[in-house]
């Protein structure tokens, strides 16, 4: 569950907080998969937020290097809540489940509906990821 607040003068959406519930099996070590999680959710967030692969009309990449593509820093996630629910696997006879990708693809659908939730009363039905400043101010003023 992700809840943002979108500022209207700049387009600025800033992730207030973040709750992942997830079933990981029985885990062997929890802290290393809570630190898996935290990683996912961090790339969800960014893909959600800031990643933009931008090319030129001839197909050249103008986003080549990290000076010109955005990562997510520490300032552009909050402390998330993190809890799980393990039910163990059937599927091995030590009841565990992967967790690698998990963080990720929960992020991108939790950030994007919370964004387009924050817009919906603005006007703006229809909103595509990445949320940067820019796309998500271009929305609010042509709705």
């Known amino acids: ?14 992730l207030i907080s973040y709750v992942v519930v997830d079933d990981f099996g029985h885990m062997l070590n929890p802290m290393l998969v809570e ?4 990683g996912g959710v961090t790339q969800g967030i960014g893909q959600a937020l800031c990643e933009h692969v931008v090319y030129d009309p001839d197909g050249q990449l103008l986003t080549g290097s990290f000076m ?3 990562l997510p820093r520490a300032r552009d996630v909050p402390f998330f809540q993190f809890e799980t629910q393990p039910l163990p696997s ?4 030590l009841g565990i489940k992967g967790c690698g990708e998990a963080g990720t693809v929960g992020a991108l659908a939790a950030v994007a509906n919370a964004v387009q939730d924050a817009l919906w ?3 703006v039905t229809q909103a595509d990821m990445p949320f940067t400043p820019l796309r998500v101010w271009t929305l609010l003023k042509v709705s």
């Open 121 to 123: 009363d603005q006007g």
């Open 90 to 93: 059937t599927a091995n006879v």
């Open 35 to 38: 630190g898996q999680v935290h």
């Open 1 to 14: 569950m992700a809840e943002v607040e979108v500022d209207p003068d700049t387009g600025q959406v800033e």
């Open 68 to 70: 010109d593509y955005a």
